[in-house]
């Protein structure tokens, strides 16, 4: 039989008997202490009392016994990573996917029967909670200060309650939030779920909670962000459900975030990294930083690694078709913008339509579009030129996103698209992520004498063309590779395969860089904002 005295305060007055006598013994459940106020074991001025929600004045004289309870709590084997240990609390790292001590859904396999294996003294204290004075969900991982000694439990309690306790998590959420920012939306349990916490207002039983956050990376195209977030209170789910009401959802987190959030992570991604208390003994202040487990730099690396997209360009007649096809030949997914055009120019195609607007004359008997007659209407009409871009171009850039979309859903690593007019159409900045782009160069006379003996382009019809795009050696110096082609087909090809080896080598290099950043960060408790 456990016996528990107290005599109450101003601080006690006007509360319920059963929440201040959980404020005494946090080792206790609600239920477990209004069980035993209805079995009559509590008594207030030497007077059984057993209603639990008695309301207390200052002075009063409170007695409670709770009977000793059979539990079948045993040690276990298992790995406990202790960041530090006296004669009165230890520190550890707890992994993720362990809970913290047993209850009914989970009566073994847990932290409190690792701890016991390592530490026996623990037994000293009673309950199935021995030395636990704060918890992390099963699924988060990292820092817990456990006490060792009753004394010391109930002085760290109070530091919790009193909030001198620091304690600051990484979290990976989706979207990008602002570089900083709080929640103080109260908290409470969920109205349609048992498992769930919800925003409930304190006037229907919600909790106060205050979370704040800054960022401290995020990810190039802004799907998702890594946060450096802060607790000021520990409402149960504070954390998961603070940033999923604010639209920022944690990446795994299987109760509160849509599933193509949860399937970009094996667990929620939640560590608790730092954290800063006084030592109960000794008065000294003890801070701890702890890097998160390895699965949560997997997690950013994975979800950073997108497929690469390739433009191949050049000038008419320098060689950009038959380096794509070649790259298509050693199995990468390639789209023509020329191709495209053809279709969209072809009877029934989309652009169609739109022309027959600008004239009939422009259609072939057929239907489709007449190149020739098209051609020569742009060149001798600027603004029909400009018009029959705006349209065409249009259509060809969705095309060849629907394409890149398509094959990254599909898995491909890498897929090709050849466009000429990439630098002239003003994509450079149109898609997401940015495409690595290559141009193909070849002097204009030995372009001009490919086209007129594999084309049969007319002098005329070269210049003209030549004249809507950008000088070779501008388009050129702005792409990030260039290939020679004045040389044979082989070493075209050779250069193809080259270009998919350099592209390999700039992903692993891109990855390594990534992680080494984020250990960087890691080792850095107090990093400033970056984004």
Not at 36 to 65: E, K, Y
Not at 72 to 96: F, T
Not at 129 to 152: C, F, Q
Not at 519 to 526: E, I, M
Request: glycine share 6%.
């Amino acid at each position: 039989m456990k016996l528990l005295h107290h005599v109450t305060t101003a601080e006690d007055a006007g509360l319920r008997l059963d929440r201040v006598l959980c404020s005494l013994a946090p080792n206790e459940s609600r239920a477990a202490l209004q069980k035993a106020i209805h079995a009559g074991n509590c008594c207030v001025d030497d007077i059984p009392v057993t209603s639990p929600n008695m309301r207390l004045h200052p002075g009063q004289a409170l007695a409670l016994r709770m009977p000793d309870t059979a539990t079948s709590l045993q040690a276990e084997a298992g790995h406990v990573e202790l960041l530090w240990q006296d004669a009165h609390l230890i520190v550890c790292n707890k992994p993720a996917g362990l809970t913290v001590h047993p209850c009914p859904s989970c009566p073994e396999h847990t932290l409190v029967q690792r701890l016991l294996a390592h530490i026996p003294e623990l037994r000293a204290m009673e309950g199935l909670r021995p030395g636990i004075v704060h918890r992390l969900d099963k699924n988060t991982s990292g820092l817990m200060v456990v006490a060792l000694t009753e004394a010391d439990r109930l002085a760290l309690s109070t530091a919790f309650a009193r909030r001198e306790v620091h304690k600051e998590y990484l979290a990976l959420v989706s979207g990008t939030p602002p570089p900083e920012g709080c929640c103080t939306e109260p908290l409470g349990r969920s109205a349609t779920s048992r498992i769930k916490m919800a925003i409930v207002p304190e006037s229907r039983g919600g909790r106060a909670a205050h979370t704040q956050w800054r960022r401290l990376w995020a990810a190039p195209d802004g799907r998702f962000s890594l946060l450096a977030v802060r607790i000021l209170t520990g409402r149960t789910h504070q954390i998961r459900v603070h940033m999923a009401h604010l639209g920022y959802p944690l990446l795994g987190d299987t109760v509160y975030a849509p599933r193509v959030l949860q399937a970009m992570a094996p667990r929620q991604m939640l560590h608790a990294w730092h954290l800063s208390f006084t030592h109960p003994a000794t008065g000294a202040a003890m801070q701890f930083n702890c890097a998160p487990p390895p699965d949560m730099t997997e997690t950013v690396v994975k979800n950073c690694r997108r497929m690469q997209r390739v433009v191949v360009t050049g000038n008419p007649g320098c060689g950009k078709s038959l380096f794509t096809q070649r790259m298509e030949l050693l199995g990468v997914p390639s789209i023509s913008a020329d191709h495209v055009v053809a279709e969209l120019y072809a009877k029934g195609g989309e652009a169609v339509q739109w022309i027959r607007r600008l004239g009939d004359d422009l259609l072939t008997a057929a239907g489709a579009v007449d190149k020739a007659a098209l051609l020569t209407a742009m060149r001798n009409k600027p603004d029909l030129k400009r018009e029959v871009e705006r349209i065409v171009h249009a259509l060809t850039r969705q095309a060849i996103d629907n394409f890149w979309a398509q094959q990254e859903a599909s898995g491909a690593s890498l897929a090709v698209a050849e466009v000429p007019l990439y630098f002239e159409t003003g994509w450079r900045e149109a898609f997401t992520p940015r495409p690595f782009v290559v141009g193909v160069r070849c002097p204009l006379a030995l372009r001009t004498q490919r086209l007129q003996a594999n084309r049969c382009w007319s002098q005329e019809t070269i210049s003209t063309i030549e004249g809507w795009q950008w000088p070779e050696e501008r388009k050129l110096a702005a792409c990030d590779m260039v290939v020679d082609n004045t040389g044979t087909q082989a070493q075209l090809h050779a250069q193809a395969e080259n270009l998919l080896a350099q592209l390999a080598a700039r992903k692993k290099s891109s990855e390594t860089a990534l992680r080494d950043h984020l250990s960087a960060l890691w080792a850095q408790p107090d990093a400033s904002n970056a984004s």
